[in-house]
């Protein structure tokens, strides 16, 4: 199987655009990279990327062969090309009404239930931000570059400020445009250069930064066809610290799998025109989670105002999105808030990118479909292996804003071992079915929420 993946990986190299003279290397646990250095003269040197990710520098012979060879060694987990990727926005659309998007969304209603709040942050990946941009001006609390050559990280393309605005601009000061989340704060990181490209060991460290930074929300408006292991390592990462990744999911209109917006653990976005249609440039796919506004999308640059298209314009509206989430629902976790946002998407039809967000209805979702935990149902009980196929735990009960909105449900042997746990997602619909794969006996269940309260009883099972 190794050997088919790698035959794959470097069949694709001559389609692929990467940085010559350089691979990303994972070694296993407890292995020297200097080991590597030691057995190859032209290996210039090895740098640390994360863990036990490095980046290797050569100078003779082509990529291909340094993986070949590099693949070969028992202490190395993977290698792979260091691949360009590049931001998802296409040309001006200048006949576009300005911030339609936000209409469409029901972004206004939202705004009556939660306009966000400052303790929570949206990091923009992007080619830095313009953080004294009258819109933006106070909302950005932190930027770095992690671009070699470009290490102010001051914007100098104008589409991650672009994006900036989209997610999270200033409101009600009299000045522009309105963001989706008016109070949450800008963690503005550069990762791609003026040009609008980017490697993936920069965007991976950056990644990781965010979310060491205190980042909620982490928006990536940049992707390539490229699967890389060492991004998705770091998007894994920042998911298992909580973080919400979101991603657009590119501009080639086809179905090709485009990454990071592929990644399991990354919230794909696909990109609609103003009356619910797929934009013809918008990739599509059923690894595409959701879609939103994306053409002819009005919002700050450099020094002004402008419309820009792509995905790259309908990754921030999730973005800000995912920032009112948070601030209304803190205690959410990023699985749950995902789930919400796909689950209360507007119905498109079938056009390959998922429903369309609304703003309003995933933040009033939580109240209709929200798992009650006051008087669960626990049915049936006992349970009868040779007779029923679940257990369902279930309380559709509506309780405005008391409910609590994220719930687990934990199983217990009598004598206290954890036996196993489950999480209540919105999907379920206030319905939590489980399979025991369990010993015949009895069980306790406690069921909490994020707020401490708790609700328990016994389970009977007979085999």
């Known amino acids: 199987m190794r050997i088919f993946l790698l035959s794959l990986l470097l069949a694709s190299l001559s389609f692929s655009e990467y940085k010559e003279g ?51 060694e028992s202490n190395v987990v993977y290698a792979e090309p260091n691949y360009i990727r590049r931001i998802c926005a296409t040309t001006n659309d200048p006949g576009s009404s300005s911030q339609w998007g936000l209409s469409k969304i029901e972004a206004p209603l939202a705004w009556d239930i939660g306009t966000g709040t400052d303790s929570i942050i949206i990091a923009i990946v992007d080619t830095g931000v313009n953080y004294n941009h009258e819109d933006l001006k106070g909302k950005v609390i932190g930027s770095w570059s992690f671009v070699s050559s470009e290490p102010d990280p001051m914007d100098k393309n104008g589409h991650g400020t672009h994006v900036a ?39 991976a460290i950056a990644i990781r930064y965010a979310a060491d930074n205190g980042a909620r929300v982490i928006n990536m408006s940049f992707g390539d066809s490229n699967y890389s292991r060492t991004l ?17 999911a590119g501009n080639y209109g086809t179905n090709v799998r485009f990454y990071p917006a592929a990644y399991d653990s990354v919230l794909a976005v696909g990109a609609t025109d103003s009356n619910d249609r797929r934009a013809t440039f918008s990739n599509y796919g059923d690894w595409v989670d959701v879609a939103a506004p994306g053409q002819g999308i009005y919002s700050t640059k450099i020094n002004n105002y402008d419309y820009m298209s792509g995905t790259s314009q309908g990754a921030p509206f999730v973005s800000g999105l995912a920032g009112l989430v948070f601030s209304l629902y803190p205690y959410w976790t990023n699985r749950y808030a995902a789930e919400t946002i796909k689950a209360s998407a507007e119905t498109i039809g079938n056009q390959g990118i998922g429903g369309r ?10 109240e209709k479909w929200a798992f009650g935990i006051k008087k669960p149902l626990v049915f049936p009980n006992p349970y009868i292996s040779s007779k029923h196929k679940f257990i369902t735990f279930g309380d559709p ?24 746990e489950l999480e209540v997602l919105p999907a379920d619909l206030g319905q939590k079915t489980w399979k025991p794969e369990l010993s015949a006996g009895v069980y306790i269940y406690i069921i909490k ?14 085999r």
């Open 22 to 72: 350089e691979v990303l290397v994972k070694f296993k646990d407890g292995v020297s990279p200097a080991s590597i250095k030691s057995r190859a003269e032209n290996i210039l040197s090895i740098e640390p990327i994360f863990e036990i990710t490095y980046k290797i520098r050569f100078s003779k012979g082509k990529v291909e062969d340094m993986i070949t060879s590099l693949q070969s």
């Open 165 to 203: 605005g989209i997610a999270g601009a200033s409101t009600n000061n009299d000045k522009g445009i309105a963001g989706v989340a008016w109070n949450c704060k800008i963690l503005a990181i550069k990762g791609l250069d003026s040009t609008g490209s980017g490697f993936d060991d920069k965007l």
């Open 232 to 248: 998705q390592d770091a998007c894994d990462s920042a998911f298992g610290k909580g973080c919400l990744l979101v991603a657009a």
């Open 357 to 366: 967000i609304n703003a309003y209805k995933t933040l009033t979702f939580g």
């Open 397 to 420: 009960i509506i309780n405005e804003r008391k409910l609590t909105l994220n719930a687990n449900i934990r199983i217990y042997n009598i004598i206290g071992e954890l036996m196993k």
């Open 449 to 462: 929420g994020d707020d401490g309260s708790k609700a328990f009883g016994k389970i009977g099972i007979i």
